[in-house]
């Protein structure tokens, strides 16, 4: 019997491998692909910030630093944040993920590729490994297999408000000529509900891709924002991915199982972002696994273990619902009233992509910023 089977292989579920294994744990990691990395479903944008606060460098994974955004409403107001020093990472994910997993395998975990989870009863895994099935036991079973999760499906069911708290997303690395440092944000009918991006790898090669609700046509959508506003890029294929846009899931951990990652929606709702907070969790994820095996705490705690990551994550999902919630024209008269007020500037010095909860508290206290608290306070 395992100790613990970590169902996915992506970031968060080989960096909490990584730890379990450190700590002396036989952890084994089932991964459904051949190749840990692949395929890439991800625009590969992090903060600078949140990789060091996890100890974690980008090493021969990174691509390309950015220092700030350019935002644009539907109508086409913009706003502009830039600083002098790299506030975010683009990353190639294939060499993220083999980078993560070669320190959890140095550790002694154990990686599984071509290993699919069919059904979980109980500490029941029933496998398809290579093509054949195979039933394992383990004491503690983590889903951290995205966001179409085995395990949620099995331990936790699928609850019916969760269904539409999906963004289907498509992308394409294009050729063009870009400000590589700036990262764009386009709001438009070309990703409703959601938003288009520019991320540079260069300045002439960058991640192009649009969001839209379940239904819609991702792909579509790309091509429209593509030719609507004349970006001049020609794409080389395109690749898509389910993300989870929503609040956090309250219950993550029930009698033997845990969920961590897309899995349980530790994605930020406001950019799709999931990199840096699957990592954070995976932190509390472990922790909480080695006070049970040590301690016999409960693995309830996790719940607990999560809560400051929680509170950042359902500001997002706030944030992001009110912006779903705004008219084109109110959106374009809310860009202006920022700009006038000085929001660039006041973001350059305080922005946090991963913690709004941090400038919010900031904005309180300038005065400057006082006209936009009723919007503020409505996100909130």
């Given at each position: 019997?395992?100790?613990?089977?970590?169902?996915?292989?992506?970031?968060?579920?080989?960096?909490?491998?990584?730890?379990?294994?450190?700590?002396?744990?036989?952890?084994?990691?089932?991964?459904?692909?051949?190749?840990?990395g692949k395929p890439e479903k991800c625009a590969g944008?992090?903060?600078?910030?949140?990789?060091?606060?996890?100890?974690?460098?980008?090493?021969?994974?990174?691509?390309?630093?950015?220092?700030?955004?350019?935002?644009?409403?539907?109508?086409?107001?913009?706003?502009?944040?830039?600083?002098?020093?790299?506030?975010?990472?683009?990353?190639?994910?294939?060499?993220?993920?083999?980078?993560?997993?070669?320190?959890?395998?140095?550790?002694?975990?154990?990686?599984?590729?071509?290993?699919?989870?069919?059904?979980?009863?109980?500490?029941?895994?029933?496998?398809?490994?290579?093509?054949?099935?195979?039933?394992?036991?383990?004491?503690?079973?983590?889903?951290?297999?995205?966001?179409?999760?085995?395990?949620?499906?099995?331990?936790?069911?699928?609850?019916?408000?969760?269904?539409?708290?999906?963004?289907?997303?498509?992308?394409?690395?294009?050729?063009?000529?870009?400000?590589?440092?700036?990262?764009?944000?386009?709001?438009?009918?070309?990703?409703?509900?959601?938003?288009?991006?520019?991320?540079?790898?260069?300045?002439?090669?960058?991640?192009?891709?649009?969001?839209?609700?379940?239904?819609?046509?991702?792909?579509?959508?790309?091509?429209?924002?593509?030719?609507?506003?004349?970006?001049?890029?020609?794409?080389?294929?395109?690749?898509?991915?389910?993300?989870?846009?929503?609040?956090?899931?309250?219950?993550?951990?029930?009698?033997?199982?845990?969920?961590?990652?897309?899995?349980?929606?530790?994605?930020?709702?406001?950019?799709?972002?999931?990199?840096?907070?699957?990592?954070?969790?995976?932190?509390?994820?472990?922790?909480?696994?080695?006070?049970?095996?040590?301690?016999?705490?409960?693995?309830?705690?996790?719940?607990?273990?999560?809560?400051?990551?929680?509170?950042?994550?359902?500001?997002?999902?706030?944030?992001?619902?009110?912006?779903?919630?705004?008219?084109?024209?109110?959106?374009?008269?809310?860009?202006?009233?920022?700009?006038?007020?000085?929001?660039?500037?006041?973001?350059?010095?305080?922005?946090?992509?991963?913690?709004?909860?941090?400038?919010?508290?900031?904005?309180?206290?300038?005065?400057?910023?006082?006209?936009?608290?009723?919007?503020?306070?409505?996100?909130?």
């Amino acid at each position: 019997m395992d100790t613990i089977s970590i169902v996915g292989g992506g970031p968060a579920g080989l960096r909490c491998a990584e730890l379990l294994a450190e700590s002396g744990f036989d952890v084994s990691v089932f991964e459904e692909h051949p190749v840990i990395g692949k395929p890439e479903k991800c625009a590969g944008l992090v903060s600078r910030s949140g990789l060091e606060e996890l100890g974690i460098k980008p090493g021969g994974s990174l691509v390309n630093e950015i220092k700030g955004a350019k935002i644009f409403s539907p109508g086409g107001e913009s706003l502009t944040v830039e600083r002098k020093e790299t506030a975010a990472y683009v990353i190639d994910r294939f060499e993220f993920d083999q980078m993560l997993f070669k320190k959890a395998r140095e550790k002694g975990a154990a990686v599984y590729n071509e290993s699919k989870l069919i059904d979980l009863r109980g500490n029941g895994l029933f496998m398809e490994i290579k093509g054949h099935g195979e039933m394992r036991r383990s004491k503690i079973t983590v889903g951290a297999d995205g966001a179409n999760s085995m395990v949620r499906h099995s331990a936790f069911g699928e609850k019916p408000e969760q269904k539409d708290k999906f963004v289907h997303a498509c992308q394409t690395r294009a050729t063009g000529k870009f400000d590589r440092h700036l990262v764009e944000v386009h709001f438009g009918s070309f990703a409703p509900g959601f938003f288009a991006w520019v991320i540079p790898e260069s300045a002439t090669v960058a991640r192009i891709g649009t969001g839209v609700p379940m239904g819609g046509n991702p792909a579509e959508q790309l091509n429209a924002f593509i030719k609507q506003k004349n970006i001049g890029a020609k794409g080389s294929g395109k690749i898509s991915a389910l993300i989870p846009i929503g609040p956090p899931l309250k219950e993550t951990a029930t009698g033997n199982v845990m969920l961590l990652g897309d899995a349980a929606w530790h994605t930020k709702a406001t950019t799709g972002g999931g990199i840096v907070f699957g990592l954070k969790a995976a932190n509390a994820c472990a922790n909480t696994i080695i006070g049970n095996m040590k301690n016999r705490s409960p693995l309830s705690d996790y719940e607990k273990n999560l809560r400051g990551i929680n509170r950042e994550l359902a500001l997002h999902w706030r944030i992001c619902r009110y912006a779903r919630d705004m008219q084109p024209a109110q959106m374009d008269a809310l860009f202006r009233k920022a700009k006038k007020a000085g929001i660039e500037r006041f973001l350059q010095e305080h922005g946090d992509m991963d913690n709004p909860g941090k400038f919010m508290r900031k904005m309180m206290l300038k005065p400057s910023m006082w006209s936009l608290l009723p919007a503020a306070l409505r996100m909130i």
